[in-house]
Every structure is written in C-alpha cells, then in structure tokens.
C-alpha cells in the first residue's frame, strides 16, 4: 500500500512507524499520535505542516526517507 494512502494506525502498528519516525521525523513523538488513527499519513503530514509543526521541506524528506525504509 502507498505510504500516503495508509492510515496512521496502519503505519505505526503494521509497519514499525514509530521506530521510523523516531529516526526521520523524531519531532512528531511530542504529540498524541493516536489523534490521527482514522487519517491517512498524507492527511497527517498536510495537517502537520500547515499547524508549523514542521516546514513543508522536511515533512517531504520525512516522507521521502519513510518510504525508502518501507
């Protein structure tokens, strides 16, 4: 399944996420994940960067680098 297409839940306990985005994005584990199980990583991303979390640049190297260890 394409990364961003999956949901949350999907990728971090089906896919070993948190491990992933420990190494590529380790800024998110801050937040209650668990708030974006029922969106897909895309959504989540999109929602990420519009709210500042992180710059548009580095949410797409995150995904970049998630997909590449996927």
């Known amino acids: 399944m394409e990364l961003e297409k999956m949901t949350v839940k999907e990728f971090i ?4 996420g948190n491990a992933l985005l420990e190494q590529y994005a380790p800024v ?3 937040y209650p994940l668990k708030l974006f199980y029922k969106k ?3 959504e989540a991303f999109e929602r990420i960067v519009n ?7 580095d949410a797409k ?3 970049a680098n ?3 260890a996927l």
């Open 66 to 68: 998630i997909k590449a």
């Open 13 to 16: 306990e089906n896919n070993n």
């Open 61 to 63: 190297a995150a995904l």
């Open 51 to 57: 709210k500042g979390v992180l710059t548009d640049a």
């Open 40 to 42: 897909s990583v895309g």
């Open 28 to 30: 998110l584990l801050k």
